[in-house]
């Protein structure tokens, strides 16, 4: 019997994480979330782990956007909305977007030669009959060994303004993929969200993955 199809609503802008879902089979709606990270992160209990500050992030999004759909525009059938988010952990440190140049070239220098941990929050919230039927949440960890670019590496990157909206101020499958010498972990994690985790996911909240390339091949 094929499972009954369910759709994926993706709570954030990032072309990466809307890009590796549909390499993987699935077809996302995007609604972007409205949440305000910085307040997200000033509301935690201080000295609050790295890990669970991600996952926070990553809860405030999706439960952002599930309480929109619900209100504003429910979606037929079932579906689960995603919320993701993605913090450097290096030096005891959680970075996110360095948004500016300056920013971003000071993090290269610092960070050029060594190691990170890159902390990626997901959150799932099954949405099913016009109401929220569960959700789930991780964080998955993948440990980086960046190279060690030259300052006019660092400052021609920069100029590619690539990095100033990526966390950590660099990528894996862009250039900033010259620049990383290897990781340990799962290579789409760092790409901004990671499959098997969302999986895992998923299989919390009783949805077989299979049901959602059903559910994008209803609506290609």
Known sequence: MSPTPVRLVLASASPARLKVLRAAGAAPLVSVSQVDEDAVLEGLAPGVPHEDAVAALARAKAED????????????GRAVVI????MLSIGGELVGKPLTP???????????????TLLTGHCAILVEDGR????????????LRFGAPSDAEIDAYVGTEEPLQVA?????DGAG????????GDPSSVIGISLPLTRSL????????????AGASRTS
């Open 65 to 76: 956007v599930a309480t929109r759909i619900l209100a504003d525009d429910p979606l037929p």
């Open 83 to 86: 919320g993701c988010d993605s």
């Open 102 to 116: 300056e920013v971003a070239a000071e993090r290269w220098r610092a960070m050029r030669g060594g190691t990170g």
């Open 132 to 143: 929220e039927a569960g959700s789930a949440a991780g964080t998955r960890a993948t440990e």
């Open 168 to 172: 950590g101020a660099f990528t894996l």
């Open 177 to 184: 993929g010259w620049f990383i010498e290897g990781i340990d």
């Open 202 to 213: 998923l299989a919390e909240l009783g949805v077989d993955v299979v049901a959602v390339w």
